[in-house]
């Protein structure tokens, strides 16, 4: 069952990363900044999840056939991704608020920066841990053996 499990989540990491490479649309008629809140949102979910299952499937697959090539890959599928939505965001924190329009729009804008700034925030550093991964000779993390003492150690009192 792990082998085909760790193959049912790499092929979600995949799938993840288009989401991340594919310009979204959505349809519902919202002004711009939200239809760009909800791309923005959707791509920061995706790699959020894409890294979380990346190192679900690093963890599982320690005991089956270890694909160390697939995940420098797809890590730096997911870091040129992730860096191309941050630098999205940062030019969206830069822009200025029309303080000309009514107080919902400025107040939606406000809204959108602190969200921006957050975003950025998770970004840099999923970013910044798959780099320290990849940095690593060896991707493969070796399991802690589990301390089993000698005689004395398992059987003393107190």
Do not use: C, H
Not at 138 to 152: R, T
């Amino acid at each position: 069952m792990t082998k085909d499990y760790v193959e049912a989540i790499k092929g979600a990491i995949e799938s993840l990363n288009e989401v991340l490479g594919t310009n979204l649309r959505f349809d519902k008629e919202d002004e711009k900044q939200s239809k760009f809140r909800k791309e923005v949102n959707t791509k920061k979910d995706a790699f959020a999840v894409a890294r979380n299952l990346i190192q679900k499937s690093f963890d599982l697959e320690q005991d089956v056939d270890f694909d160390e090539l697939w995940y420098r890959e797809t890590m730096v599928l997911l870091i040129n991704s992730a860096e191309t939505a941050r630098i999205n965001l940062i030019k969206s924190l830069k822009e200025q608020i029309d303080v000309t329009g009514d107080g919902d729009e400025i107040q939606s804008s406000i809204k959108i920066k602190s969200e921006a700034s957050e975003d950025i925030e998770v970004l840099t550093e999923g970013i910044r841990d798959l780099r320290e991964m990849l940095k690593k000779k060896n991707l493969q993390i070796e399991k802690k053996k589990e301390f089993v003492g000698s005689w004395p150690e398992r059987y003393a009192e107190g």
